[in-house]
């Protein structure tokens, strides 16, 4: 596209005000004649968007008429492009404008803008002379309003709508049910009632609407237009002959649609490759700022005003000198605008740039575009002029030559488990961009199958797998390995650590074909597990590896040959741990990793040591607080049972005794555990002191 908007002219000025046009001139007048702009090219392009263009060569001051739908003028002066290549120059370009449907119809003594029953529209003609034909009799009156009544009808209670209508200066209530006619009497409100109507109708109104061009000059010249409207998207689809006495044979066709209104007789056809941005954005309609609304000042008391400072003498001339610089600047800034506008009007129209078109390879069918870049897009220009009636399509050879390609089998296990699919890897040495579409593959003199081919850029490999293999048999096993601790090291008493994963899948290909076959394997790539093995000869992809291998064909005796690939991939999941909060059992596990150092080794160790002289402290500890608890409970039970007994009984005597033992013992119990807490506490604050000064790998 950069070479039809190289060194435009002028670009649209759309929905100027009638003092502009007569000043500019009119599109039809004295000395203006009409001519005609027919269709000279079509660009089509895969984002759903077309850029036509028209030309023809007039003299003098011509003017030209377009018809559009009302649905592609929006696109259409948003991308117009006028071109006047003989020193003259574009007018203003009219079209039919209209209001928003919305505005029009608040526009009326009686809004329809949201579609009002009867009801609704009866209220707001209050106040309308009408005449009412209702089942009984007509009557002449003016319409007060409607109202919702309810009744009861067979035990239910219904809503009815009810016209009060003033009629010989009595207010009569007539149900809507009953109303067959209603007829306006007031010419102007019935007036504005057909106007919102026809508004309503044109709304919906899909026909043409028609753009004026004007060209002003004097000599003979060429003159063009161009715009973007919203067309199909051309698609592709490819057939590829494979032999294996020769390179692949790829035979490209573009698929067109003409879905405009207009014969395409004899135009320049080019087809662009790639994706450029296009959207829709609403010109066609006016578009009014909402305003604010300021009430009339109404005389208020006024509050006390507050004053400021008087302003210096110095001072205000500063303020005075400050505006007139301003003042002076902007007047400055209009007169560069014009300065630089007026060149801009006066510019030459470049001559037409010429497409090169260079000749398409050999092949039953001879390609009839040229392929080239243009700027990120790619583009095939169609060599000889193309006719295409309105609502017709076409086929155009686009590709017609031979390629790079290699037949192999492809392996991957979630597309099939159990059979590799016959496949091609193509590389395209032919110098063009291969969009994507459908490819039908032949071979050796016979239909294949099907394949899919992405966008391909030059010089690029692809991938196409076409049918099933039933020359050749897969399988995958996959197993997975403990997990292993590969490092550790300890900071201030956090234990920081790597543990390793692995799987392994085992794939088993055999070639049961008479010859050697290249196979290929596809491994699904995780992005978090690093392959292992195999360490070379992989291929990498945004979802996959990729490994080749040939095998063998079969012996005499029809057996196949099978080989074993194994790929194996790593994963390192890094653990934190405060070894504070860990049990001696679990350090016991890591002291048992081959995978540390003899100086972490012995620093655990001697942590296992502390842990476990802490443990048994606490264990005493808690032993002894278990004999404190049985104690209590045995002289809760004691203590109840001697006061059933008289005090000179044996069995009270018996009860003294162990009570006055278990006091002794208890004493020596809290003595005992006492210390236990003090050594435990002591302990502790050992380990966190050797914890917090221990670093080590």
């Not at 655990?604 to 278990?626: I, N, P, T, Y």
């Amino acid at each position: 596209m950069k070479r039809f908007l190289q060194r435009i002219v002028i670009m649209v000025t759309a929905g100027l005000a009638g003092t502009a046009l007569t000043s500019a001139g009119a599109p039809t007048g004295a000395g203006t004649a009409k001519t005609d702009l027919p269709l000279k090219q079509v660009v089509l392009f895969t984002s759903g968007v077309a850029y036509f263009e028209r030309a023809a060569e007039i003299s003098g001051t011509a003017a030209a008429e377009l018809s559009f739908k009302t649905d592609q003028i929006n696109d259409l002066i948003k991308s117009l492009v006028l071109i006047d290549e003989g020193g003259g120059h574009i007018t203003a370009v009219t079209y039919e404008s209209r209001d928003p449907v919305d505005r029009t119809l608040k526009s009326f003594s009686v809004d329809l803008t949201d579609n009002p029953n009867l009801g609704n529209l009866l209220n707001r003609l209050r106040g309308v002379n009408v005449r009412v034909k209702a089942t009984s009799r007509d009557l002449t009156g003016m319409i007060v309003g409607v109202e919702t009544r309810k009744r009861h009808v067979d035990k239910e209670i219904i809503e009815e709508k009810i016209l009060n209508l003033m009629s010989d200066k009595n207010v009569r209530a007539l149900s809507l049910d009953a109303i067959q006619e209603i007829e306006v009497l007031d010419p102007v409100i019935q007036a504005d009632l057909d106007a919102a109507l026809k508004v309503l109708a044109v709304s919906h109104d899909q026909g043409k609407k028609t753009v004026r061009l004007t060209f002003t000059g004097e000599k003979r010249r060429q003159v063009r237009a161009g715009y973007m409207l919203e067309a199909p998207v051309w698609k592709t689809s490819y057939r590829l002959v494979l032999d294996d006495k020769g390179a692949p044979l790829l035979q490209g066709w573009a698929h067109v649609e003409n879905m405009t209104d207009d014969d395409w007789n004899g135009i320049t056809l080019t087809l662009v490759s790639g994706r450029p941005l296009s959207f829709i954005q609403n010109l066609y309609d006016p578009i009014y700022l909402h305003r604010p609304v300021v009430r009339p000042t109404l005389d208020e008391n006024l509050a006390p005003p507050e004053y400021e400072g008087a302003i210096t003498g110095e001072m205000a001339a500063d303020m005075v000198d400050s505006a007139e610089m301003k003042a002076d600047s902007a007047l400055k800034g209009k007169k560069s605008m014009r300065m630089m506008a007026a060149p801009a009007m006066a510019m030459a129209a470049p001559s037409r740039p010429q497409i090169n078109m260079a000749g398409m390879g050999g092949g039953g069918v001879e390609a009839m575009a040229a392929a080239r870049e243009a700027g990120e897009l790619f583009e095939y220009a169609v060599k000889e002029p193309i006719t295409l009636p309105r609502r017709q399509s076409a086929m155009i050879p686009i590709v017609n030559q031979t390629i790079k390609g290699e037949k192999l089998s492809i392996f991957n296990a979630q597309v099939n488990p159990k059979n590799p699919l016959n496949g091609v890897e193509l590389e395209n040495t032919s110098g063009l961009f291969l969009m994507q579409g459908p490819v039908t593959v032949f071979e050796d003199g016979i239909y294949a199958g099907d394949a899919r081919l992405t966008d391909t850029q030059r010089g690029e490999k692809r991938l196409l797998s076409y049918a099933l293999d039933l020359a050749g048999e897969a399988k995958l096993d996959r197993k997975s390995e403990p997990e292993e601790i590969v490092s550790m090291k300890i900071v201030r008493g956090t234990l920081t650590l790597q543990r390793k994963f692995v799987d392994t899948s085992v794939y088993t290909l055999k070639n049961k074909r008479d010859k050697t076959r290249q196979y290929l394997i596809e491994h699904p790539l995780r992005p978090d597990w690093e392959l292992v093995e195999p360490a070379k000869d992989i291929e990498k992809t945004r979802d996959a590896y990729r490994f080749r291998l040939a095998l063998d064909g079969a012996n005499q005796r029809g057996d196949g040959k099978s080989r074993d690939i194994i790929f194996r991939e790593q994963r390192l999941e890094p653990e934190i741990l405060m070894l504070a909060n860990i049990q001696s059992d679990q350090v016991r596990f890591l002291i048992s990793q081959k995978n540390i150092s003899d100086k972490l080794r012995q620093a655990l160790k001697e942590l296992v040591g502390m842990q476990e002289a802490l443990s048994a402290v606490r264990q005493e500890r808690q032993q002894k607080e278990q004999r404190v608890k049985a104690i209590a409970e045995e002289q809760n039970r004691i203590r109840p049972n001697m006061q059933t007994v008289t005090k000179n009984s044996e069995s009270y005597s018996m009860w003294e005794r162990k009570l006055v033992q278990q006091e002794k013992d208890l004493d020596q119990l809290n003595v005992d555990l006492e210390k236990l807490r003090a050594d435990e506490q002591a302990r502790n604050a050992a380990i966190a002191r050797f914890l917090a000064e221990l670093n080590v790998e």
